[in-house]
């Protein structure tokens, strides 16, 4: 239920979307989960999308203090039908997203019925920087007449004494 920004415009937005300092005040607010699914989804649906675009971008900012992950930085993710993960700009995960370049035309590898929870995916620690970290996602339809479309993600430490610990979310 964190705050993203987010694009269904169906523009061509590059790669400079990814990257920390890229302004996506212009873009639209949600909570998660983002939907466009008449199923049911593993978790409240908040933001409904529109459908008829190949991809969607989402991009939400939480900070962190700088201290030692004392465990493994994980992600669980709801993902209708692909999607490429970035925490401050680089790549640490694909689902159903063939290998190499992508454009906003990239189609997912099939399809998924219905969105379901997908983790713990470790992200990589070294990734983090101390203060505010953005994560970036794009989602892929499997084509843009896809008539469903999901995306939530949850950020947490997983430790041996605790699951999850989810992050703080930034306020800006």
């Known amino acids: ?3 993203w920004r ?3 415009s169906g523009a061509d937005q590059r790669t400079a979307w990814r990257a920390p300092d890229f ?5 639209s607010t949600g909570t998660g989960l983002f939907y466009n699914e008449s199923s049911s989804l593993p978790g409240p ?8 675009v190949t991809t969607y971008y989402f991009r939400s900012a939480f900070q962190w203090n ?3 992950v004392d465990g493994e930085l994980v992600m669980n993710h709801v993902i209708d039908d692909g999607a490429v993960f970035y925490l401050n700009g680089t790549e640490f995960s694909r689902f159903k997203i063939p290998d190499g370049d992508l454009t906003f035309e990239t189609e997912s590898e099939g399809t998924v ?10 992200v990589p620690p070294e990734l983090l920087i101390e203060g505010t970290n953005t994560l970036a996602v794009e989602v892929h339809q499997s084509s843009p007449t896809s008539n469903d479309v999901a995306f939530g993600l949850e950020l947490s430490i997983r430790t041996e004494t605790s699951p999850a ?3 703080a979310e930034s306020e800006d």
């Open 45 to 52: 649906k908040n933001t409904e999308l529109e459908l008829g």
């Open 23 to 27: 302004v996506d005040s212009g873009w």
């Open 113 to 122: 019925r219905n969105g379901e929870s997908v983790g713990p995916i470790v």
């Open 165 to 167: 610990t989810p992050f």
């Open 1 to 3: 239920d964190s705050v």
């Open 6 to 8: 987010f694009d269904q």
């Open 66 to 68: 700088g201290d030692a």
